[in-house]
C-alpha cells in the first residue's frame, strides 16, 4: 500500500523569504503522479503542483516548484518570495496512474504561517 | 464554468438521524470521489463513482454509508444513524474521465453531529 508522509507538522517564514515543505512516499509503483494541495482558512482544496513521475524535470507553478527525487521517493515543495495570502494547511498527495482507481492519497500536512 | 459543487456547506444532525450530502461535478465531468477530513487530520478517500456504478469503495464504511451516482442529479453520500465520530468535512472532487487530470473539489461539507 502506498503511504504519504510530512513530518513538518508547522512551519513558519518571514513574508518575501523562501520555504520548503518536505513529502516522502513510499509506493511500488513506477507510473504516477504526486501533487501539492493548499488548504486556506476558507478550507477550500486548491491544486498548487502537479509532477508526473516519468518526468525528470521539476515542475513549477510561478513562484512554487518542487524538488522530485524519485530514487529517494521525495517530492519536496518550494515557495519562493513568501506571500501573506499563502498562509495555509499543505498537502503533499499521491496517485497511482496504473491502477483500477485514481484515489488520492494525502500527507497528514504542514501548516504553513507566512508572517508579516 | 461552475466548479464543483456541494450542498449543503455545512450540516448539523441529532445522533441516530440521517445526512445526505450532495455533490455536482464539473460539467463534463464522469467521475466523482469523495474523502472525509477529520479534526486535524488529512482527507482520506472513501469511494470513486462513474455514473450508476461504484467502481472503489474501498475507504468507505461497511455500515451506515452509502453513496451513488444516478443516471439524472448529483452524487448523494447518505450516512445513516450518525455519531459523534462522524463529524467531519466531507469533499467532492471530480475528474473529466478515469484519466490523470487533477481532481478539482468542491468547498466541502460540515458535518457538525451534536
Known amino acids: 500500500a502506498q503511504t504519504v508522509t510530512q513530518s513538518q507538522p508547522e512551519m513558519s517564514v518571514q513574508e518575501a523569504e523562501t520555504v520548503t515543505l518536505s513529502c516522502t512516499y513510499d509506493?511500488?509503483?513506477?507510473?504516477?503522479?504526486l501533487f501539492w494541495y493548499k488548504q486556506p482558512p476558507s478550507r477550500q482544496m486548491i491544486l498548487v503542483i502537479r509532477q508526473e513521475a516519468y518526468k525528470q524535470q521539476n515542475a513549477t507553478e510561478n513562484r512554487f516548484s518542487v524538488n522530485f527525487q524519485k530514487a529517494a521517493k521525495s517530492f519536496s515543495l518550494k515557495i519562493s518570495d513568501s506571500q501573506l495570502g499563502d498562509t495555509a494547511m499543505y498537502f503533499c498527495?499521491?496517485?497511482?496512474?496504473?491502477?483500477?482507481?485514481?484515489?488520492?492519497?494525502f500527507g497528514t500536512g504542514t501548516l504553513l504561517a507566512v508572517q508579516p | 464554468n461552475a466548479g464543483v459543487m456541494q450542498n449543503p456547506r455545512h450540516l448539523v444532525r441529532r445522533r441516530g438521524q440521517e445526512a445526505r450530502l450532495r455533490c455536482s461535478p464539473m460539467?463534463?465531468?464522469?467521475?466523482v470521489y469523495w474523502y472525509r477530513q477529520l479534526p486535524e487530520e488529512g482527507l482520506k478517500f472513501m469511494v470513486y463513482?462513474?455514473?450508476?456504478?461504484?467502481?472503489?469503495e474501498s475507504g468507505m464504511p461497511k455500515e451506515r454509508f452509502s453513496a451513488e451516482f444516478p443516471k439524472e442529479g448529483p452524487s448523494i453520500l447518505r450516512i445513516q444513524q450518525v455519531v459523534r465520530g462522524d463529524s467531519a468535512a466531507y469533499f467532492c472532487?471530480?475528474?473529466?474521465?478515469?484519466?490523470?487530470?487533477?481532481?478539482?473539489f468542491g468547498d466541502g461539507t460540515r458535518l457538525s453531529i451534536l
Open positions: 472532487a471530480s475528474s473529466p474521465q478515469r484519466s490523470n487530470q487533477p481532481q478539482h
Open positions: 509506493t511500488s509503483e513506477s507510473n504516477y503522479y
Open positions: 463513482l462513474q455514473k450508476e456504478n461504484i467502481i472503489d
Open positions: 498527495a499521491f496517485m497511482n496512474s496504473s491502477g483500477a482507481t485514481n484515489k488520492l492519497i
Open positions: 460539467k463534463g465531468h464522469s467521475h
